[in-house]
């Protein structure tokens, strides 16, 4: 695979989630990316997911592809190791933890041409995560079963995996910039921001400042459309999605429901090719459908499923999936041997370039850089 990256040196000074997957996703677009961290290791070395034996399955999953080095980042000289490895590179800085050592001001004096990515909190300033930020962007109020009266947070950090995305993509752009005009950058991407967009761009906000309505809480069906959880007779849960009309007569046909769909439409004055009246009729038609999945295995269930147009998989645990061939026949993992861990499936970038997958390397070892990337500083 022709890297698109290849050449360039990015310099990472971060912890948990952010930062770290921003950086993952550069070296897996060929970009060489060094992860600065204090003696001993950051904050999330340890952090769970770990092995039996204490090694982080988060810490390895999240630096996979990069170089490691560790300085005593508190002693002028190993600041000024830090410094020369931006500056004696391609002058790119992405950070989460910006001190005025490594903040753009200081560093521009030594590389005007800087590109200089720090991710912050809030948008004021103060500080924040992905989890005070989700609480404080109305999402754990919209979130969970429909009696349920207190927050629901997420399990997926959903904000940091969204902020590194873009502070990836900020970077590429940039770098394009500076080979176009010579000019770095300073990019200051906040948390809070990142889900405020979002919340923006999915139409959350326009709904509460124009309808002046709250977004109600409906548990796991799909707010404005069809979808619903059924499960079927030997406990195997599906999620269906019906997005379209076909997607609706489809399932109407599959089930055997055509009549009493039929009748309920027009009991009710409804058009169940609009998606709008399938939405707000949506427990009812759930249960005219529920019968025809709690009659049948999961097996009858997907061999019905597979002939229809119908957007539908089956719910599947981790432990499930780990072992199943969307995994295990996926190109997209490759196995890997960790260091202290052990060999185990690792995903490369999920998109393919000219047909490829860029494959997945290993994390370091902590440090394991340290002594070949300052002696190509200081050669003597």
């Known amino acids: 695979m022709n890297a698109p990256l290849a050449g360039l040196r990015i310099v990472e000074l971060s912890s948990f989630v952010a930062a770290p997957l921003a950086g993952l996703t550069l070296a897996q677009l060929g970009a060489e990316v060094i992860r ?127 902020c590194g995305l873009y502070a990836a993509l900020s970077i590429t752009a940039a770098v394009r910039h500076r080979d176009t005009t010579g000019e770095g950058s300073r990019i200051v991407l906040p948390l809070e921001n990142v889900a405020l967009a979002i919340a923006g761009h999915l139409g959350f906000l326009a709904e509460a400042a124009v309808n002046r309505t709250e977004r109600p809480r409906i548990g796991n069906a799909l707010f404005g459309q069809y979808g619903a959880p059924f499960t079927a007779a030997d406990g195997t849960t599906f999620m269906i999605v019906a ?15 055509g009549a009493p769909v039929e009748a309920l439409a027009k009991a009710l004055d409804a058009d169940f090719a609009d998606e709008g009246d399938r939405y707000r009729h949506r427990a009812v038609l759930t249960g005219l459908f529920t019968p025809w999945f709690r009659e049948r295995t999961g097996s009858e269930v997907e061999k019905a499923l597979t002939g229809t147009s119908l957007l539908w998989d089956r719910y599947r645990s981790f432990l499930e999936l780990v072992d199943s061939p969307r995994v295990t026949a996926n190109p997209l993992f490759t196995t890997v041997h960790q260091p202290g861990i052990g060999d185990l499936p690792a995903p490369g970038s999920p998109m393919t370039v000219n047909g490829a997958h860029a494959p997945a390397g290993p994390a370091p070892l902590l440090g394991a850089d340290t002594e070949a990337l300052l002696q190509e500083r200081n050669p003597s």
């Open 36 to 162: 600065v961290d204090p003696l001993g290791g950051g904050p999330d070395y340890r952090r769970w997911p770990r092995t039996d034996a204490g090694e982080s399955l988060y810490w390895t999953g999240l630096n996979k592809g990069k170089r490691s080095v560790t300085v005593d980042l508190r002693a002028p000289e190993g600041r000024a190791a830090v410094l020369g490895l931006i500056t004696a590179g391609s002058g790119i800085v992405l950070t989460n933890a910006a001190r005025p050592w490594h903040g753009y001001d200081a560093l521009r004096e030594r590389r005007p041409d800087l590109i200089h990515l720090e991710i912050t909190g809030r948008a004021d300033g103060g500080t924040a995560v992905d989890y005070t930020v989700n609480a404080a962007t109305g999402f754990p109020l919209v979130t969970g079963p429909a009696d349920h009266s207190g927050p629901v947070n997420h399990v997926l950090p959903a904000w940091d995996v969204a």
């Open 243 to 257: 997005l379209t009309a076909r997607h609706f007569t489809d399932l109407v046909t599959l089930t055997g429901t």
